[in-house]
């Protein structure tokens, strides 16, 4: 089946810093997203990536699909970014299978 | 364009009882799934459809049932409820299989 870890489980930043959340995946996995799960529990799609680079305002995902890990890079960290980043792989029989995430939380 | 829409917000059951958690998208999509969300476990997949009169089983699909009837709305049926069905559960859809997924706003569910 899927597998997909994420790391940092857990990660606490001071308003203004910037931090890296890493996605690993199994090879059966062919296709990457990143989700944003915020205090009230709402789910933000935030990027559909399964290769390549792309760019959201402060945010920014990578994908290396031949080395089977992604990247999600935030910069200047707000109170806002606070919540749970998911990300999801896609393999065969359009089965779609979460990691279990990386908690954020943003200090002033 | 009101997106997945999800009811009821909440519900608490007592053991044995059944009841339907709602599911709707007004987006015409294809791909319909259902995920539970428990502590520490992130999302998993209960069933999934990839249209109308189509359905297959995820990850943990026992104790659930699911039909397609129309393209718009996919129900998820609890027959018999249990404790361990306690959960959070999110609806989701997208157009086809190389796309973004989109959530309903999920239905916090209790079983005595």
């Known amino acids: 089946g899927i597998q997909v870890e994420q790391s940092p489980p857990d990660l606490i930043l001071q308003e203004g810093a910037n931090s890296t959340l890493r996605c690993n995946f199994s090879?059966?996995?062919?296709?990457l997203q990143w989700f944003h799960q915020n205090p009230w529990g709402q789910l933000i799609n935030l990027f559909y990536i399964p290769s390549g680079t792309k760019q959201n305002g402060r945010l920014s995902a990578t994908t290396v699909a031949t080395e089977r890990y992604s990247l999600l890079y935030i910069s200047s960290s707000q109170t806002t970014d606070s919540g749970v980043y998911f990300c999801?792989?896609?393999?065969?029989?359009?089965?779609?299978?979460f990691g279990t995430g990386t908690k954020l939380q943003v200090i002033p | 364009n009101a997106g997945v829409t999800q009811t009821p917000k909440f519900q608490v059951l007592k053991t044995g009882q059944s009841m339907t958690l709602q599911c709707a998208q007004d987006m015409n999509h294809e791909y319909m799934s259902w995920y539970r969300q428990d502590p520490g476990m992130g999302l998993r997949l209960i069933h999934y459809s990839v249209g109308a009169g189509i359905t297959d089983q995820g990850e943990v699909p026992n104790g659930y049932n699911v039909s397609r009837s129309t393209t718009e709305d996919f129900p998820l049926r609890l027959l018999s409820a249990a404790p361990s069905q306690t959960s959070v559960y999110f609806c989701?859809?997208?157009?086809?299989?190389?796309?973004?997924?989109?959530f309903g706003s999920g239905t916090q569910l209790s079983v005595l």
């Open positions: 090879d059966s996995v062919n296709n």
């Open positions: 999801a792989g896609q393999g065969g029989y359009q089965k779609v299978t």
């Open positions: 989701a859809s997208r157009p086809d299989s190389n796309e973004k997924l989109f």
